[in-house]
């Protein structure tokens, strides 16, 4: 429907309620009929489908919440963008408890816009600006008989409006999106504060208790006190945590809140039998009141007026801000000194709600579509670094839905059978384990009544760490226990009498092997790790693991670094991944995705079973919060015909030309390591030893510029410090193609004059049947640009064993003759351009033919390499100079 039609569908009805108006009927509508036959139809011609046939929970009907009723939810790419608290005719929209409802709701639910309407009005507000007054909350309103006149504003709230934008826009225009902190952010940041008042007043009033049962301590109140928020939220309880200190303030102050607060544990653990109330140390210890009554306080209501509401806190955003949480530890119990854990050394990131749905959606759900009921209970989802649990919380919901799908209908006794039987999670941190526990039962507390224990299924320990004891204690002596060997098949043997998991899915840690301080668990990763190799990754040890854990056929989805792709370290992943697995999907996700973390991310998603060499991977790419499928795929041909097993996202490019190896033809040399610059380098000439040094800083395309620095090069010396490597002066004092180590693409130049390089800098110094200036123009071409990112997809290093495996195209003397006297040209432009100072005329037009020149140089290697046209535009439209 267009914007036009659209206008005009809802000026019908307008003409429908002026007759209502007419005939005194509006009072008579209550909020069923007012939202069935007006507001509903008025958003469907907004271009929302609300009764879900095209986008299934395009809307949807919201559950009852504490401080009243939010009726829908509008979502995009299934991420909610807006709610709509929807009034019968009769309410007086003006009323701020109504504005106040819809505004504390969609904060606490991390939505920025609230929407109040009876159709006789419509109210706009921003629920991210801090509530201070109506008016500034307020963005817009429109009374029914201004919804044509002025359609350009009601047009902020169609479907087509929010795709693109517009609300924003205007709001920033209007200077209506200040923002305060979301619910998560601010949370997290009471979380902290109030773990820090704890630590400290425990530390103060019970001098005994040691550093490691004291942050257990302190963890577990405050979980019991989310858990308590939550029961109290969901209409389950009574406030029963503010009434505490009410009774505390009307009593004079006189009686010991924490003491009460002990005594309702203890009625919690009768209610609900949850390990979480179950008898503790900590239940022993003194506390001040002040410090309990600042952290229940600040459990209803923010600083700047804003009130939490747990029932509308989703369990994975209460996930999200665990994840967080757990990432900052106590340094000092008297200093509120914040340094970051060992889950961030751990390099663990809190994933997005829709990422996280997507990957249960393209593991469990493909193996959801075949099950009948029967099989319900006996599917087994695992993930293997769970942290807060939110992984495995989406999992849940997803087999709920398959369940009540199934059955029809599903109770109480069916949520907790699908936690015991189905859901299983093991972190290496005990308190993640508690929180995911939590985590896990605040999703199916609805009433009271004993809650399952998930101890069982729930566990702590280290995923790549099993064996005898006998074992243990011969790699890691004295402090093998430390390791928290996790023995798979003994901890859950239910699992393994199917033959292992279903379904494997997570975030596991990215961490170098290179930078894990222990060494025993470091030579333990290389000796039971067939993926092991120089500088891989704890998240290949991980993906190893899992297809170990999974039965026949069985699906692993995980989000982790691209850093795998092409890089040589995981040259032995890529080979397992080939011959052991059958990759499905890979799906490329853009930068900023994780707020906390700079790597570039995947999705990968894997079956265990054998792949044919004719299998193909789909590719994909998260583009504006959608999952994009790329127009061509990866086939396992392709990866073992690429050096090292490499896997790319760009379309292939086949090499018709008949070529060699650049390594079969060049000789390289790295460039000279000092290890001491302090030493060995300097501005000036030391004696008749010192040489002209470049680094990689000097060095570009077809130019260099000597930095002012001199190489004192006594390689007896440098090999004195570790690490020292003086190389061979004879291959540096000699005409060469010198390539920079760190780029995006392949840059080169050639010295005819004698410099000696350091170790950012790769050389060819010796070269057959092919001359040097040919070779360099191969080498800086867009074609070698394409071809390196396909082969050698992550990181910028330019390293020599991947340089060794570019193909050159053989070529005629003259061919050669041709190309070499263009590269020749090229590099006596670029060294003109480079001593020219100002942007001037000249400047311009030289810069102008060395474009022309490049262009020229790629026409002609195009034709040595036979590419087609359609090869040509590819690479010319994602490979610029």
């Given at each position: 429907?267009?914007?036009?039609?659209?206008?005009?569908?809802?000026?019908?009805?307008?003409?429908?309620?002026?007759?209502?108006?007419?005939?005194?009927?509006?009072?008579?509508?209550?909020?069923?009929?007012?939202?069935?036959?007006?507001?509903?139809?008025l958003?469907?011609?907004?271009?929302?489908?609300?009764?879900?046939?095209?986008?299934?929970?395009?809307?949807?009907?919201?559950?009852?919440?504490?401080?009243?009723?939010?009726?829908?939810?509008?979502?995009?790419?299934?991420?909610?963008?807006?709610?709509l608290?929807?009034?019968?005719?009769?309410?007086?929209?003006?009323?701020?408890?109504?504005a106040?409802?819809?505004?504390?709701?969609?904060?606490?639910?991390?939505?920025?816009?609230?929407?109040?309407?009876?159709?006789?009005?419509?109210?706009?507000?921003?629920?991210?600006?801090?509530?201070?007054?109506?008016?500034?909350?307020?963005?817009?309103?429109?009374?029914?008989?201004?919804?044509?006149?002025?359609?350009?504003?009601?047009?902020?709230?169609?479907?087509?409006?929010?795709?693109?934008?517009?609300?924003?826009?205007?709001?920033?225009?209007?200077?209506?999106?200040?923002?305060?902190?979301?619910?998560?952010?601010k949370?997290?940041?009471?979380?902290?504060?109030?773990?820090?008042?704890?630590?400290?007043?425990?530390?103060?009033?019970?001098?005994?208790?040691?550093?490691?049962?004291?942050?257990?301590?302190?963890?577990?109140?405050?979980?019991?006190?989310?858990?308590?928020?939550?029961?109290?939220?969901?209409?389950?309880?009574?406030?029963?945590?503010?009434?505490?200190?009410?009774?505390?303030?009307?009593?004079?102050?006189?009686?010991?809140?924490?003491?009460?607060?002990?005594?309702?544990f203890?009625?919690?653990?009768?209610?609900?039998?949850?390990?979480?109330?179950?008898?503790?140390?900590?239940?022993?210890?003194?506390?001040?009141?002040?410090?309990?009554?600042?952290?229940?306080?600040?459990?209803?209501?923010?600083?700047?007026?804003y009130?939490?509401?747990?029932?509308?806190?989703?369990?994975?955003?209460?996930?999200?801000?665990?994840?967080?949480?757990?990432?900052?530890?106590?340094?000092?119990?008297?200093?509120?000194?914040?340094?970051?854990?060992?889950?961030?050394?751990?390099?663990?990131?809190?994933?997005?709600?829709?990422?996280?749905?997507?990957l249960?959606?393209?593991?469990?759900?493909?193996?959801?579509?075949?099950?009948?009921?029967?099989?319900?209970?006996?599917?087994?989802?695992?993930?293997?670094?769970?942290?807060?649990?939110?992984f495995?919380?989406?999992?849940?919901?997803?087999?709920l839905?398959?369940?009540?799908?199934?059955?029809?209908?599903?109770?109480?006794?069916?949520?907790?059978?699908?936690?015991?039987?189905?859901i299983?999670?093991?972190?290496?941190?005990?308190?993640?384990?508690?929180?995911?526990?939590?985590?896990?039962l605040?999703?199916?507390?609805?009433?009271?009544?004993?809650?399952?224990?998930?101890?069982?299924?729930?566990?702590?320990?280290?995923?790549?760490?099993?064996?005898?004891?006998?074992?243990?204690?011969?790699?890691?002596?004295?402090?093998?226990?430390?390791?928290?060997a996790?023995?798979?098949?003994?901890?859950?043997?239910?699992?393994?009498?199917?033959?292992?998991?279903?379904?494997?899915?997570?975030?596991?840690?990215?961490?170098?092997?290179?930078?894990?301080?222990?060494?025993?668990?470091?030579?333990?990763?290389?000796?039971?790790?067939?993926?092991?190799?120089?500088?891989?990754?704890?998240?290949?040890?991980?993906?190893?693991?899992?297809?170990?854990?999974?039965?026949?056929k069985?699906?692993?989805?995980?989000?982790?670094?691209?850093?795998?792709?092409?890089?040589?370290?995981?040259?032995?992943?890529?080979?397992?991944?080939?011959?052991?697995?059958?990759?499905?999907?890979?799906?490329?996700?853009?930068?900023?995705?994780?707020?906390?973390?700079?790597?570039?991310?995947?999705?990968?998603?894997?079956?265990?079973?054998?792949?044919?060499?004719?299998?193909?991977?789909?590719?994909?790419?998260?583009?504006?919060?959608?999952?994009?499928?790329?127009?061509?795929?990866?086939?396992?041909?392709?990866?073992?015909?690429?050096?090292?097993?490499?896997f790319?996202?760009?379309p292939?490019?086949?090499?018709?030309?008949?070529?060699?190896?650049?390594?079969?033809?060049?000789?390289?040399?790295?460039?000279?390591?000092t290890?001491?610059?302090?030493?060995?380098?300097?501005?000036?000439?030391?004696d008749?030893?010192?040489y002209?040094?470049?680094?990689?800083?000097?060095?570009?395309?077809?130019?260099?510029?000597?930095?002012?620095k001199?190489?004192?090069?006594?390689?007896?010396l440098?090999?004195?410090?570790?690490?020292?490597?003086?190389?061979?002066?004879?291959n540096?004092?000699?005409?060469?193609?010198?390539i920079?180590?760190?780029?995006?693409?392949?840059?080169?130049?050639?010295?005819?004059?004698?410099?000696?390089?350091?170790?950012?800098?790769?050389?060819?110094?010796?070269?057959?049947?092919?001359?040097?200036?040919?070779?360099?123009?191969?080498?800086?071409?867009?074609?070698?640009?394409?071809?390196?990112?396909?082969?050698?997809?992550?990181?910028?290093?330019?390293?020599?064993?991947?340089?060794?495996?570019?193909?050159?195209?053989?070529?005629?003397?003259?061919?050669?003759?041709?190309?070499?006297?263009?590269?020749?040209?090229?590099?006596?432009?670029?060294?003109?351009?480079?001593?020219?100072?100002?942007?001037?005329?000249?400047?311009?037009?030289?810069?102008?033919?060395?474009?022309?020149?490049?262009?020229?140089?790629?026409?002609?290697?195009?034709?040595?390499?036979?590419?087609?046209?359609?090869?040509?535009?590819?690479?010319?439209?994602?490979?610029?100079?």
């Amino acid at each position: 429907m267009t914007k036009q039609e659209a206008k005009q569908q809802i000026a019908k009805l307008i003409e429908k309620y002026q007759r209502l108006v007419d005939t005194r009927k509006v009072k008579s509508y209550n909020e069923a009929q007012t939202r069935n036959e007006f507001i509903e139809p008025l958003f469907e011609f907004l271009g929302w489908d609300m009764r879900n046939l095209e986008n299934p929970n395009e809307v949807t009907t919201e559950e009852t919440v504490s401080k009243g009723r939010v009726d829908l939810a509008f979502r995009l790419n299934h991420i909610p963008v807006m709610f709509l608290e929807a009034k019968a005719l009769k309410v007086d929209l003006d009323e701020w408890k109504w504005a106040e409802q819809a505004i504390n709701y969609s904060w606490n639910k991390s939505v920025t816009w609230a929407i109040l309407s009876d159709f006789e009005g419509i109210k706009v507000f921003n629920a991210e600006i801090p509530p201070k007054s109506l008016s500034q909350n307020l963005f817009f309103e429109l009374k029914w008989h201004e919804y044509l006149d002025r359609f350009d504003q009601l047009w902020l709230l169609s479907k087509e409006s929010f795709e693109e934008k517009k609300l924003a826009e205007q709001a920033e225009k209007w200077g209506k999106l200040t923002k305060r902190k979301q619910v998560g952010e601010k949370l997290f940041e009471d979380l902290t504060t109030w773990r820090a008042l704890l630590t400290k007043d425990f530390k103060k009033n019970n001098s005994n208790i040691d550093d490691d049962a004291l942050d257990e301590g302190v963890q577990k109140v405050l979980d019991r006190l989310i858990f308590i928020r939550t029961a109290e939220d969901r209409k389950i309880e009574q406030n029963i945590l503010l009434s505490l200190v009410r009774e505390w303030e009307t009593a004079g102050k006189k009686h010991n809140i924490f003491k009460r607060l002990n005594d309702g544990f203890r009625w919690f653990d009768d209610h609900y039998n949850s390990k979480l109330f179950a008898s503790h140390a900590l239940e022993n210890w003194k506390a001040d009141d002040k410090v309990f009554e600042t952290i229940i306080k600040g459990l209803y209501q923010t600083a700047d007026g804003y009130r939490y509401d747990f029932s509308a806190i989703s369990t994975d955003v209460l996930g999200g801000i665990y994840e967080q949480y757990l990432g900052y530890v106590q340094e000092k119990a008297q200093k509120d000194d914040k340094k970051k854990s060992k889950r961030k050394s751990q390099g663990i990131y809190y994933t997005p709600r829709y990422i996280v749905e997507y990957l249960i959606e393209q593991t469990l759900g493909e193996v959801l579509k075949k099950a009948k009921a029967k099989d319900i209970p006996n599917i087994k989802i695992l993930d293997p670094a769970c942290g807060s649990g939110s992984f495995l919380i989406t999992a849940y919901d997803k087999m709920l839905e398959a369940k009540t799908k199934l059955d029809k209908q599903t109770g109480l006794f069916d949520r907790f059978e699908i936690l015991k039987n189905n859901i299983y999670g093991v972190d290496l941190d005990e308190q993640a384990i508690e929180i995911a526990q939590l985590n896990l039962l605040l999703r199916v507390l609805s009433q009271r009544t004993k809650l399952p224990t998930l101890s069982h299924n729930i566990r702590i320990g280290n995923s790549l760490v099993e064996g005898e004891t006998e074992k243990l204690q011969e790699v890691f002596g004295d402090k093998w226990r430390e390791q928290k060997a996790f023995n798979w098949k003994d901890d859950f043997p239910e699992v393994f009498k199917n033959e292992g998991f279903d379904v494997i899915i997570g975030n596991p840690p990215y961490v170098n092997l290179a930078n894990i301080k222990d060494s025993s668990f470091r030579e333990w990763l290389k000796k039971e790790f067939k993926t092991a190799k120089n500088k891989s990754d704890l998240y290949s040890f991980f993906t190893e693991k899992a297809i170990s854990l999974l039965k026949p056929k069985g699906k692993m989805g995980f989000i982790f670094s691209n850093s795998w792709l092409g890089t040589d370290s995981f040259s032995k992943f890529r080979e397992f991944l080939i011959n052991e697995t059958k990759v499905l999907k890979l799906v490329k996700l853009p930068p900023g995705v994780f707020n906390d973390a700079t790597v570039t991310t995947i999705l990968i998603f894997i079956e265990k079973s054998k792949a044919a060499k004719k299998h193909q991977i789909v590719l994909e790419e998260l583009k504006d919060q959608k999952f994009v499928k790329l127009p061509y795929k990866l086939s396992y041909e392709r990866i073992f015909n690429t050096p090292n097993f490499g896997f790319s996202f760009s379309p292939e490019i086949k090499l018709r030309a008949k070529t060699i190896l650049l390594g079969d033809i060049a000789s390289f040399s790295l460039g000279i390591k000092t290890s001491n610059d302090e030493r060995f380098i300097f501005d000036e000439r030391k004696d008749e030893n010192s040489y002209k040094i470049l680094r990689g800083k000097d060095v570009s395309r077809y130019s260099y510029g000597w930095g002012g620095k001199w190489i004192w090069y006594k390689p007896d010396l440098i090999i004195e410090k570790v690490g020292g490597r003086p190389r061979k002066i004879e291959n540096f004092l000699t005409k060469k193609i010198i390539i920079k180590d760190v780029a995006e693409n392949v840059h080169a130049t050639l010295d005819k004059s004698n410099y000696l390089n350091n170790d950012t800098l790769n050389v060819i110094y010796e070269l057959k049947k092919y001359s040097f200036e040919f070779i360099l123009a191969i080498l800086n071409s867009r074609f070698i640009a394409k071809w390196f990112k396909t082969n050698f997809q992550a990181g910028l290093h330019i390293k020599i064993n991947q340089l060794q495996q570019i193909p050159i195209p053989e070529a005629s003397e003259k061919e050669q003759a041709e190309i070499a006297k263009l590269a020749e040209l090229m590099l006596n432009l670029q060294k003109e351009a480079h001593e020219m100072t100002g942007n001037t005329d000249k400047h311009a037009r030289l810069k102008t033919e060395i474009e022309k020149l490049d262009e020229k140089i790629d026409r002609a290697i195009y034709k040595l390499y036979d590419l087609t046209d359609e090869e040509i535009a590819t690479i010319e439209k994602t490979e610029a100079k």
